[in-house]
Nanobody, 124 residues
Framework: QVQLVESGGGLVQAGGSLRLSCAAS????????MAWYRQAPGKQRELVAR???????NYADSVKGRFTISRDNAKNTVYLQMNSLKPEDTVLYYCNAEILTGTLRTGVQWNDYWGQGTQVTVSS
């Protein structure tokens, strides 16, 4: 089994910063892209930032210049540094990763995995 465990969410004042972390563990052969999504109540989950295995990044327009995604491949961990936070950034944030699992005996396959979500609340 593979688990993605997020940490770093919390309450911060507008203009403040938070750093989210997401560590993948389990029977992992390789990790391709890693990403952060967020979802407000009653709305679709939206991509916040994505980083490829080669370190290529892309961001939602709403967070460009404020958020930075990075990864530590040795630790199977992705980070989201969030600066200049706004009240509208208040939502649940989810970690996502494309992970190769399995063995030569049982076969290998790519699957999408999600973290349990971490709440970010920005007060005005």
């Amino acid at each position: 089994q593979v688990q993605l465990v997020e940490s770093g969410g919390g309450l911060v004042q507008a203009g403040g910063s938070l750093r989210l972390s997401c560590a993948a563990s389990g029977n992992i052969l390789r990790i391709n892209a890693m990403a952060w999504y967020r979802q407000a109540p009653g709305k679709q989950r939206e991509l916040v930032a994505r980083i490829s295995s080669a370190g290529i990044t892309n961001y939602a327009d709403s967070v460009k210049g404020r958020f930075t995604i990075s990864r530590d491949n040795a630790k199977n961990t992705v980070y989201l540094q969030m600066n200049s936070l706004k009240p509208e950034d208040t939502v649940l944030y989810y970690c996502n990763a494309e992970i190769l699992t399995g063995t030569l005996r049982t076969g290998v396959q790519w699957n999408d995995y999600w973290g349990q979500g971490t709440q970010v609340t920005v007060s005005s």
